[in-house]
């Protein structure tokens, strides 16, 4: 509650903004250092001098902030012109010529909090002319004219005053708006005023404007007419910017210009405003100044009144009549009133011709513009002093005040309506002023005996002494100095005394502009504070009851800050000042602070709390605080509470397991579910990483106890619902005792019930520890079951708990609020143990009520009872499946967290839910199809003959048999899961999940096309068409077709397979899996087809859920939204898969081809639209040069195919993962593929055929091609191409052969000379093998024998060649 100097800002790059503007002079820095560290420093006896005042100020504070070492650079910003927005969203630092401009800016610190930092926006060069440096500058928010703004500035102005008498605006980007040379002087100061809401009736509205002083003038410029230009300007601007042009009329500004006479030297001023004086004033002024005979007019005129230091006089006032002709006196004054009235109102005649052409522009540059004369106004009085020099003035918000500093190191107060000084300080030699107006709280005003009028506001006036490092506070107009603070002696105190421009009383109307009023720069850490005071220190002195009372309730403070106190002097210290404290509502705040206090014990709480209450208790009951009293006596209550339940849980003597609950009843169906929670248990049992003060274990403190309780207005206690944490604390803290069988249940409950909790509360409380240490539970079940027993019936036997009027043909809300606990907990295990307790609970209960009520027992048994049926059937479910879900995946696998499960959760999820949640188990876990397939299989041989309960038992036992591996209970798991659900995990829906999630996965990350396979392979498993059209229809449109088109699209662009890069820049992923992924793109569409095909011959399968599962309400499951999909148009799908193959055949072998270019206009048009859609397709002959286009590259694969069988070093893409089946450039169904789509793009099929003989030849596998011969229909051409093959052979082997033998040659030259020259016209080198042994070349001409007819042209060559490889075989 004292002073407080608070960091909200901080400056970005401050080296860079050094570093700009002194750019010229940094060798001379370490000159500048040197003579720095050799002046005095005076702060240590300055401050001694100064710790008088410290002693006595208890509001006083001081905060310190470390010096830089003597290596520190010069104090730089002490020669800079700064000025900062009074919205802190921008600041201006400019020297000589050169200026920086900083912005706001938000960023996030490390501790991921949000922090406003000022940034370099702008930098650049202000200057135009030659020798004129920046003197003066000042920030000018604009306000919005938008009717939805709330008080943030449209833009900043920055106006900028020179050394050659121009004053430039411009916008905070550096763009200049409009310049004029309005004195052919310095500007030694820019000052601005704007509009405030007056306080008060009466109070003289000020008008806004922007004040100019000159060495010997002053001039005025109209707040309104300059918001208008400036905006007129800023359009302009923008528009020219826009359109490229330079031409900009900038608007008339109008300006009034006093030449201020009868002063020595100026060097700042204050414009105060209009002002109006009181008839006596006036009377006063007209017989000082025309004698006895003045005659004083009836209404008194309005003047502007300006204040001006310097020196001769040290401060002098000027007085300005406000537009009126009328002579102030009516003789004496009608001089001084013509020349008043004579006041220039005028347009500006110096600006900078901007719409000129540049021959133009330089004749204005050299004749500078006519500047207007000003008006003479004489000084009416000031303070005489011709040794003391002013140096700054510092107005006050309200006007009425004002802080003059001067050469002599005095601080000077004048009061500016009666023209005298009324304070001075001493000792601040280069002082830096500012000052503080700050409203009343609202909380003050309670006790402020003047509550009914408007809110008070206190002035405070701000003092940096940079020479002794200090920022000082004191209260107006003679009050104590309040706030000191350690600043550091090269800070810079930035006060505007200034907000928005462009406002009224109209527009200002509910707005919340915040803005700093004073704010200090400190250049080394560039951190910008502001100073905040509580406005009780204005009215503090040293007899003030609410002072005194601030003081003891911050020495109360420290008191409990401390640690090292011993209990006993904390307790009589708080004791002491809480029975000190006269305001109640101080008094509250005290009491509330030590009770909420971590370190103090509870019995100094109760004996603090127990000592103010009898004192309220004795003192006159109309004078004490109700509301007070009535706190103590709650608090008192509530720590005889809390002190009960405490002695209760660590009492010695156990009467817990006296009472010796029977578990008759539960042992069945505990021993039944045994083997499931034993290892749900041991799944629940890995270790953990958690907090200490976390831990259910820590004991509660009492400060938590009463944060979380308070007393209601008919005497009982109400527990507040805070954090989940805090919740399960609080229950911990009164109940695990209980339920671990060391503290007396009953006396507890007594305790509980007597203090007036409502059972509904302490049954939440019950619950809710008993959910949340479930692993504790599970150790030792039938005793945590047992004593959960005796508490719940403790519980319902409360008054209040069941009602009395309750219809047992209706539910119970009792019972309801445990179903519904036990519904909503994912601790499958406590909820199920819980549902037995409250069922058995419940049914007991019902049976008793019965008796009484004979007549109406079998409707409640059947209502009530079928409920608890219902949420126990349902609880066993989700206790199995949550069993499954928690089985860790093994290493290597996919991993993540493992999945919650409640039965709201599944009941939320929809008819699918089960399946989704069982599905993302499966990739979790990596589970292959055909291993899920087989683990489904395995289930439905089980299922012959066996009923529920049988199951379960047999699940249980397998668990318990260690010696089976991990893998097989893992899978016994599973199955006992799908036998709980037979209809929500039907292999069909099962699958269909799977395939969708592995689709999901692979979605997110593209690279690994396991998962797409993975997808398709769960599709082919799924037996229904129906679903299996529906899944693959919506795998297609949400997933697949995006990609694939980007994938075509890619491949036509560049002509080719794409390289790596290309590929994850269009499609997202590599060169691999993008191969891999048009494979699986070739399956999907073809299980499409044949779903399609198979839809009619089908019905559609009917979809059921579970008799204790018909509750769920969710969204569509999977298979529903699969049913409800459209047909697919079968042309349409085959087309695309056409396109997917060419491009999966592309990829694969790395072929050159445009693959929609080897279609129709029909048929590019018709790829990648929706496959329900009805297309024009293309139909009848196709263009022969498309064909021959797509017979290359048939012709081509079938090439690269041959090739990759026999080149060893060739496998399926992806080495890194595991290969997939049957798939990559060897795989042996490429022939077929494209034999099946030959007929598809109009290309022959024994043309392929002819080529892969040819091609297996070439490659000398010559088995391979006899077999693909024997389909071949055109034996002849197949003939001639073989001939040519033959002779290529032995042409190599003859003639090109590097062994060539004697034999070779002698049989050269007795073959046929027809034959010789047929041989060596062949060019072997097109062969890849040609070294064929000479039994396949003989069988192969053999071959050609028999196919060609003897009538054949080649014939004959074909028999020579025979007779020479026979020759050539025997002579081998």
Not at 358 to 367: G, L, M, S
Not at 922 to 927: E, K, N, P
Request: charged share 20%.
């Amino acid at each position: 509650m004292s002073c407080s100097l608070v960091e909200f800002c901080r400056l970005q790059e401050l080296n860079a903004v050094r570093d700009h503007l002194f750019l010229s002079q940094r060798p001379e820095e370490e000159k500048t250092q040197t003579e720095n560290e050799l002046s005095w420093d005076t702060s240590d006896w300055e401050a001694t001098w100064d710790s008088g005042d410290n002693k006595e100020e208890g509001a006083a504070s001081a905060t310190t902030v470390e010096e830089e070492t003597t290596g520190q650079r010069a104090p730089w910003l002490q020669d800079c012109v700064v000025s900062l927005s009074p919205c802190s969203d921008l600041l201006v630092v400019a020297r000589e010529q050169k200026a920086v401009f900083l912005s706001a800016k938000w960023r996030t610190d490390d501790s991921g909090r949000e922090e406003m930092t000022l940034a370099v926006s702008w930098t650049g060069t202000l200057s135009t002319d030659d020798g004129e440096c920046v003197s003066s500058s000042i920030c000018i928010p604009l306000a919005s004219q938008k009717r939805s703004s709330t008080g943030r500035p449209d833009w900043t102005c920055v106006v900028v005053g020179f050394t050659s008498g121009y004053v430039r605006f411009y916008t905070e980007n550096g763009v200049l708006l409009l310049a004029q040379l309005l004195h052919e002087d310095p500007v030694l100061r820019l000052k601005c005023r704007t509009y405030e809401i007056p306080r008060h009736p009466g109070v003289t509205e000020q008008h806004e404007e922007l004040s100019i002083l000159y060495p010997a003038a002053l001039v005025t410029i109209d707040g309104f007419s300059l918001f208008q230009s400036l905006r007129a300007c800023r359009n302009q601007v923008a528009r020219a910017t826009a359109a490229g042009s330079d031409v900009i009329q900038p608007p008339p500004l109008a300006y009034k210009k006093w030449g201020l006479q009868d002063m020595d030297t100026i060097v700042d001023h204050s414009s105060v405003g209009i002002m109006t004086l009181c008839v006596f004033d006036q009377m006063k002024n007209a017989s000082i100044l025309g004698g006895f005979n003045a005659s004083v007019k009836g209404n008194p005129p309005a003047m502007s009144q300006y204040v001006t230091v310097g020196g001769g006089p040290y401060t002098g006032f000027y007085y300005a009549v406000e537009g009126s002709t009328q002579p102030l006196l009516s003789h004496v004054a009608l001089a001084v009133a013509s020349k008043l009235t004579s006041a220039l109102f005028s347009a500006a005649s110096g600006w900078l011709g901007w719409n000129k052409h540049k021959n133009e522009e330089e004749a204005v540059q050299k004749q500078k513009p006519k500047v207007e004369p000003a008006t003479a106004l004489g000084i009416r009085f000031g303070l005489p002093d011709s040794r003391r020099h002013g140096e700054s003035i510092c107005l006050s918000p309200c006007n009425t005040l004002a802080g003059v500093t001067d050469d002599f190191g005095r601080v000077t107060l004048l009061d500016l309506a009666r023209g005298i000084a009324i304070r001075m300080w001493k000792g601040y030699r280069d002082a830096q002023l500012g000052w503080l107006q700050v409203p009343e709280e609202r909380v003050d005003r309670e006790f402020s005996p003047s509550a009914s009028l408007p809110r008070r506001h206190a002035l405070f006036l701000v003092i940096y002494a940079p020479r002794r490092g200090i920022l000082e506070v004191w209260g107006m107009q003679q009050g104590p100095r309040v706030g000191a603070f350690t600043v550091g002696k090269h800070c810079r105190l930035l006060y505007a005394g200034y907000r928005l421009m462009g406002v009224n009383s109209v527009t200002s109307k509910g707005w919340q502009l915040h803005t700093q009023q004073v704010c200090l720069l400190d250049p080394i850490t560039g951190a910008l504070r502001t100073v905040n005071i509580p406005f009780h220190l204005a009215l503090s002195d040293k007899k003030s009851e609410r002072a005194k009372d601030m003081h003891l309730i911050k020495r109360l403070t420290t008191i409990l800050r401390s640690r090292e106190v011993e209990p006993d002097i904390l307790e009589s210290e708080a004791k002491s000042v809480l029975l000190d404290i006269k305001h109640p509502a101080i008094k509250k705040q005290a009491l509330e602070s030590l009770l909420s206090n971590k370190n103090a014990p509870v019995s100094c709480l109760t004996n603090v709390t127990r000592a103010l209450n009898e004192t309220l208790k004795q003192q006159d009951p109309e004078e004490v605080d109700a509301a007070l009293l009535q706190l103590c006596s709650s608090q008192l209550k509530l720590l005889q509470l809390y002190t009960d339940i405490q002695k209760l849980h660590s009492g010695a003597d156990n009467e817990a397991c006296s009472e010796n609950d029977s578990l008759e009843g539960m042992e069945d169906e505990l021993s039944r579910i045994g083997p499931t929670l034993q290892r749900y248990a041991q799944l629940t049992a890995r270790p953990s990483v958690s907090f200490a003060q976390d831990s259910p274990d820590t004991p509660m403190p009492a400060r938590a106890f009463l944060s979380q309780m308070e007393c209601t207005e008919d005497g009982g206690l109400r527990v507040v619902r805070g954090s989940e944490t805090e919740w399960n604390h609080l229950g911990n803290f009164m109940f695990w005792g209980c339920l671990c069988g060391r503290s007396p249940l009953r006396e507890v409950c007594d305790t509980l019930q007597q203090a007036g909790i409502s059972p509904q509360q302490l049954l939440s409380l019950l619950l809710s520890v008993w959910l949340q240490r479930e692993k504790e539970v599970l150790q030792k079940p039938e005793e945590a079951v047992r004593n959960l027993h005796t508490l719940l019936l403790a519980l319902s036997d409360m008054k209040g708990a069941v009602e009395e009027s309750w219809d047992t043909q209706s539910i119970s809300p009792w019972w309801q609020q445990v179903r519904s606990t036990c519904i909503q907990s994912h601790n499958a295990a406590a909820a199920l143990l819980a549902a037995f307790v409250a069922h058995r609970a419940a049914k007991a209960s019902i049976t008793s009520r019965g008796d009484s009520k004979l007549q109406s027992e079998w409707e409640a048994v059947s209502m009530e009872l079928e409920q608890w049926v219902v949420c126990v059937r349902q609880l066993e479910d989700v206790l199995v499946l949550q069993t499954l879900l928690l089985v860790p995946p093994p290493q290597g696998a996919a991993g993540g967290a493992a999945a919650q499960c409640s039965i709201k959760t599944l009941l939320e999820g929809g008819t699918g839910g089960i399946a989704d949640s069982v599905s993302k188990w499966v990739f979790r876990h990596s589970l292959a199809p055909e291993r899920l397939k087989e683990i489904l299989q395995r289930r439905e041989d089980k299922e012959a003959d066996e009923k529920l309960e049988q199951k379960d038992g047999q699940e249980g036992k397998e668990q318990e048999e260690k010696s089976q591996e991990d893998t097989d209970r893992t899978a016994e798991l599973l199955v006992a899961v799908c036998q709980r659900f037979p209809h929500s995990l039907s292999p069909d829906l099962l699958f269909a999940h799977c395939c969708w999630e592995y689709v999901v996965q692979w979605n997110k990350d593209p690279e690994d096309g396991r998962y797409f396979w993975w997808a398709v392979e769960h599709l082919k498993l799924v037996s229904s068409p129906h679903i299996q059209l529906g899944i693959s229809a919506m795998m297609w449109s949400t997933f697949i077709v995006k990609r694939f088109s980007a994938a075509a699209f890619l491949m036509e662009k560049v002509g080719k397979a794409p390289k790596d890069r290309l590929c994850r820049r269009d499609v997202g992923m590599g060169d691999k899996a993008v191969t891999s992924f048009l494979g699986c793109c070739v399956q999907l569409l073809q299980i499409l087809m044949e779903a399609d095909s198979a839809v009619e011959e089908v019905s559609a399968p009917e979809l059921s859920v579970e008799e204790a599962w018909c509750g769920a309400e969710g969204p569509e499951s999977l298979a529903e939204l699969a049913l409800e999909q459209r047909g697919v148009h079968y042309p349409l799908v085959q087309h695309h898969c056409l396109l997917a193959s060419l491009l999966h055949a592309a990829m694969t072998f790395s072929l050159k081809v445009k693959p929609l270019s080897l279609f129709d206009s029909k048929g590019k048009n018709a790829f990648f639209r929706d496959l329900t859609t009805i297309q024009l397709m293309p139909s009848g002959d196709m263009d022969p040069g498309l064909v021959s286009l797509r017979q290359e590259f048939l012709l081509r694969v079938l090439t690269g195919w041959v090739q990759a069988i026999d080149d060893p070093s060739s496998s399926a893409p992806g080495s890194n993962s595991p290969s997939l089946p049957s798939t990559g450039p060897r795989a042996d169904w490429w022939p077929s593929l494209c034999l099946e789509l030959g007929p598809l793009l109009q290309v022959n099929p024994d043309i392929l055929r002819r080529h892969i003989v040819c091609e297996l030849y070439n490659q000398g596998l010559d088995p391979r091609a006899e077999e693909v011969m024997l389909e071949v229909e055109d034996k002849d051409v197949l003939g001639s191409q073989l001939l040519v093959l033959t002779g290529q052979r032995l042409s190599y082997s003859l003639l090109h052969s590097q062994s060539q033998t004697q034999a070779a040659m002698e049989l050269l030259a007795r073959l046929p000379p027809t034959l010789c020259t047929w041989l060596k016209a062949m060019d072997p080198s097109e062969l890849r093998c040609p070294l064929v042994p000479l039994s396949q070349t003989s069988r192969l001409v053999g071959r050609l024998i028999e196919i060609l007819p003897e009538n054949h042209a080649q014939y004959s060559l074909a028999l020579h060649l025979l007779e020479a490889v026979d020759v050539l075989t025997t002579e081998d």
